[in-house]
């Protein structure tokens, strides 16, 4: 048997709908891409959605919307991949990582309050395996430190606090107390590359919760135009009978999604609550039958927040960072793929260029050093599921014993 670690699940309904956009004439940037954010703003019940061509794209657009740039520090989890924190780089601010609770992925809480200076203008919380993060707890860290805020930028100043920008990259369609994850920070960007619970092959998105609009504010206007070279109008707009003339108002990016990756997934929304279902059965049935003897693993529902299942996290009991390599490498043979998530931002060579030292992120480490992901996707058989289980929990108890 082979069972791959995470392939995208693409039905014929969406590969119709990617043959008729191709055959339409209109493949760039369109009705479709803007169907998607309509369709994904009613999907969460926010203010707003804009696509583009990835997370990275989106989180880098969100610090840029409220000015942060050289001379501000954004704080980010040292337990994540590297565009939650690259991004700030881009923008010329400074990275500051702080390392994850002994017991949970999320961020040390304290050690984020400690780490707030009066240069801080952002928190990127990271929704690891599509489990949320505290956010009422990260807001009251922000209003704590409201007197110490300040900014130039118009939209920021309606915050008028530390901004709350989520990594959502894994957490689309997850909920706690009933609400749909981005409906917590003041903006969650999503991810929607091809290994995502929702994909469009490559694509992302930003949504937002504030109503902008009563100051005179068009948050998505500032995106479509900041994603599209700076341009006063978007290709549809321009290719109207007499309209195609339109200013350069910034010098702007190039991360606007295409028809033909929206056409993805308006299908993709479409099925998506099929897909979280088969999921947490998949969820379910790990948690009943791995041995917890040799395993923990990562919690995915409580009384109030339901994870998106995104990833299957689990760590082997008293295994160094060899024998969970030894593991991987024994299911590997078994045909069963698998992952690490992830290896601590401190640990790679640019960021040890940044200055920072892993020796300073202890939890991190500890987490990563005997992680191991299983595979977790819908197209899973309940036969593969088993052969899953039957065999990480003989490689760990052939290892470890």
């Given amino acids: 048997m082979q069972i791959p670690f995470s392939p995208p699940q693409i039905s014929e309904d969406a590969i119709e709908s990617v043959v008729e956009t191709l055959r339409n004439g209109w493949i760039t ?8 954010e309509e369709n994904l703003t009613s999907y969460m019940g926010t203010e707003g959605t804009v696509c583009m061509n990835s997370a990275t794209a989106a989180l880098e657009m969100t610090l840029r919307l ?12 040292a337990y994540t991949y590297t565009a939650s924190a690259s991004v700030i780089d881009h923008v010329g601010a400074k990275i500051v990582l702080v390392d994850t609770q002994k017991k949970s992925l999320e961020m040390d809480y304290e050690q984020l309050e400690e780490k707030i200076t009066e240069k801080t203008k952002a928190i990127i919380p990271i929704d690891i395996a599509g489990q949320m993060c505290d956010y009422e707890k990260i807001f009251d860290i922000a209003e704590r430190k409201k007197s110490i805020f300040s900014t130039n930028n118009e939209v920021h100043r309606k915050l008028n606090r530390i901004a709350v920008i989520d ?3 894994h957490s689309f369609g997850a909920k706690k107390n009933g609400l749909p994850s981005g409906r917590f920070a003041d903006f969650t960007t999503f991810s929607f590359h091809a290994v995502k619970n929702l994909t469009t092959a490559e694509g992302g998105a930003v949504t937002w919760t504030k109503d902008y609009s009563k100051y005179g504010i068009d948050i998505a206007k ?23 003339e339109y200013d350069i108002q910034e010098l702007g990016y190039k991360f606007n999604m295409t028809d033909i990756n929206a056409a993805i997934g308006i299908d993709q929304l479409d099925k998506y609550d099929e897909n979280l279902k088969r999921r947490k059965e998949i969820v379910e049935y790990y948690e009943a039958h791995l041995n917890p003897e040799f395993l923990t693993t990562l919690k995915h529902f409580d009384n109030e927040k339901e994870s998106s299942c995104h990833l ?14 030894e593991i991987i490498t024994q299911l590997a043979e078994e045909g069963i793929a698998t992952n690490v998530h992830y290896k601590p931002l401190p640990m790679f060579t640019a960021y040890k260029n940044y200055g920072f030292d892993i020796k300073d992120f202890p939890n991190a480490l500890a987490h990563y050093e005997n992680e191991l992901t299983l595979p977790l996707y819908p197209q899973l058989t309940n036969e593969e599921v088993e052969y899953i289980v039957k065999h990480v929990n003989q490689a760990v108890s052939e290892v470890l014993v």
């Fill in 66 to 77: 409220l000015g942060i740039g050289p001379g501000d520090e954004v704080i980010t989890s």
């Fill in 29 to 36: 940037t369109g009705p479709k891409a803007k169907q998607f």
């Fill in 312 to 325: 299957y996290i689990t760590w082997i009991k008293g295994a160094s960072e060899e024998k969970r390599n």
């Fill in 222 to 244: 500032i995106f479509e135009v900041g994603i599209l070279h700076g341009q006063s109008k978007d290709a549809l707009c321009k290719m109207q009978k007499g309209n195609w």
């Fill in 167 to 169: 990594d959502g990259a």
